[in-house]
């Protein structure tokens, strides 16, 4: 099992910015596919950013040139750096560890921490 913990959620006002981030522990290789998703009230989760192991990223096209997502892998840490924030990023915010074994994969989730712009 993997466990991941999230902090650095809060309240923020519009154009500001916060800085998320997940440690992981137990069962964890390090050459998990990490991830941050959001889930808005109403909707769906949604991706907004991946980094592999060896630093190759991917954005949805909502934060692109907004959020930055980074990881340190001797510490196991993975964040997300969130600027010019706007209202319609307030969520619960969800780090997501994806490893892959020799058939499938497997999904670690963390508890969430909320974001909300507003001022």
């Known amino acids: 099992q993997v466990q991941l913990v999230e902090s650095g959620g809060g309240l923020v006002q519009p154009g500001g910015s916060l800085r998320l981030s997940c440690a992981a522990s137990?069962?964890?290789?390090?050459?998990?596919?990490m991830g941050w998703y959001r889930q808005a009230p109403g909707k769906e989760r949604e991706l907004a950013a991946t980094i592999t192991s060896g630093g190759s990223t991917r954005y949805a096209d909502s934060v692109k040139g907004r959020f930055t997502i980074s990881r340190d892998n001797a510490k196991n840490t993975v964040f997300l750096q969130m600027n010019s924030l706007k209202p319609e990023d307030t969520a619960v915010y969800y780090c997501?560890?994806?490893?892959?074994?020799?058939?499938?994969?497997?999904?670690?989730w963390g508890q969430g921490t909320q974001v909300t712009v507003s001022s």
């Open positions: 137990g069962r964890f290789f390090g050459g998990e596919l």
């Open positions: 997501n560890a994806r490893h892959f074994g020799a058939i499938g994969y497997s999904d670690y």
